[in-house]
């Protein structure tokens, strides 16, 4: 028996790791599709199929979560849309990266390694900003309206067409373009909504204050996951059946991770994510050596240690949670009524 | 995996998009209903447990 074209474990596989993918989502705003594309790679999927399925996943959550943020998000929608076209030929090139890779029976290998570094350097920068935060104490003084000197400074070459952004400051539409090609690169060969690199962009090299530029880095994953999709869809390489039950879970899940930020501090969890992804990291590079070496035992351990990893991270944000909505409620219970 | 294989590439291709988009609005809508009805009873449920 099968159900959307997967076996009935698959299915049960798919919806669970969906839901921890939206807790993280929901919880960081970030973390959902780089651990998609390395989870199918590692079941076996071809990598174009794994990259053309998480895009179309990328899509469907950046869709969630634009739905969830719409009334209180900071969009600049201009500049969303200026990014559009470097966007969809980024990701273009990068999908012809993968394809090319396939051709020559390397896509796997390179699409592969190239996780392990970037989970691996993610995890490292999570691990090291937990660490710092927990010795040197909370706020680092930024405000959100703050534009950094690297930006002031890009900004002050007037390279033309220059163009008005919402918040009436000016920037060069090649460093637009740029930043949307060279984060769709990234998207189309690794199948990432790519936030991780393109909210840190707009904010430093466009110069879009930090509130808006989180909120316009979502609208440019929807755009990136919606070009993706097509692009991918394209060469009838996205497996329906494996977005929808991932979408089933993670949208459940971004909810509970969304309302755990109302519960749980932050900086408490992020070691444990920044640890979770030095050992995806660590799940890839096995995945690769089990196709080296033939050692099929490979692949059980890096399959054991993603969604293992995964799962305590998932559990220890729940737990959190749980705990703090008790230690609310004993509070509110021992607080004396003041009557007016 | 799905196909519509006498369809055109790029209709299958925006058929795709379309089934995500379509897919991503049930399922924040659904679980929206789902949340307002339960979400109060469960967290008063994850107070209550000793």
């Known amino acids: ?4 074209g997967l ?6 596989l798919f919806v669970s790791f969906g839901f921890m993918v939206g807790v993280f989502f929901g919880f960081f705003g970030m973390g959902g599709s780089f651990l998609v594309t390395p989870a199918l790679l590692i079941l076996g999927y071809p990598a174009p199929v794994a990259i053309g399925s ?4 990328v899509f469907g959550t950046a869709v969630i979560a634009t739905l969830k943020h719409h009334d209180v998000g900071s969009v600049d929608y201009k500049l969303g849309a200026l990014m559009f076209a470097g966007i969809v030929v980024g990701i273009e090139a990068g999908k012809l990266l993968v394809f090319g890779l396939e051709a020559i029976g390397r896509a796997e290998l390179v699409v592969g390694v190239a996780y392990v570094l970037l989970l691996g350097a993610i995890g490292l920068v999570f691990t090291r900003n937990a660490l710092k935060q927990d010795a040197a104490g909370e706020d680092d003084g930024r405000q959100d309206d703050d534009i950094p000197e690297i930006a002031k400074k890009i900004k002050s070459y007037n390279i033309p067409p220059m163009v008005t952004l919402t918040d009436g400051s000016k920037a060069s539409m090649w460093t637009i373009s740029g930043v949307g090609g060279g984060v769709g690169v990234v998207s189309g060969f690794l199948g990432v909504g790519g936030g991780f690199i393109r909210m840190p962009a707009i904010y430093y090299l466009i110069g879009v204050p930090l509130a808006a530029a989180v909120g316009t880095s979502l609208f440019g ?4 996951g919606a070009v993706g999709a097509f692009s991918y869809g394209l060469s009838g390489v996205i497996d329906i059946g494996v977005v929808t039950a991932l979408l089933v879970g993670s949208a459940l899940g971004a909810r509970i991770g969304s309302a755990s930020t109302a519960y749980v501090d932050e900086a408490d969890v992020t070691i444990y994510f920044g640890i979770m992804l030095l050992m995806a990291s660590a799940a890839v590079a096995f995945g ?3 196709t080296w070496l033939a050692m099929p035992i490979l692949d059980t351990v890096s399959f054991v240690l993603l969604i293992g990893s ?5 559990t220890i944000i729940l737990y959190y949670g749980a705990m703090s909505v008790r230690e609310r409620k004993l509070m509110a219970e021992r607080t004396p009524q003041v009557e007016n | 995996m799905i196909e519509f294989a006498l369809l055109p590439t790029a209709l299958q291709a925006a058929l795709v998009v379309t089934l995500v988009l379509v897919e991503a609005i049930a399922l924040y809508v659904g679980y929206g209903m789902v949340e307002d009805r339960v979400a109060p009873r469960v967290l008063e449920a994850i107070a209550n447990t000793a």
């Open chain 1, 221 to 224: 994953a929807l755009m990136s």
């Open chain 1, 54 to 57: 998480s895009m179309a996943f």
């Open chain 1, 288 to 290: 690769e050596l089990a």
């Open chain 1, 1 to 4: 028996m099968e159900l959307l």
């Open chain 1, 7 to 12: 076996a009935p474990e698959l299915v049960v």
């Open chain 1, 310 to 314: 995964s799962l305590f991270v998932t």
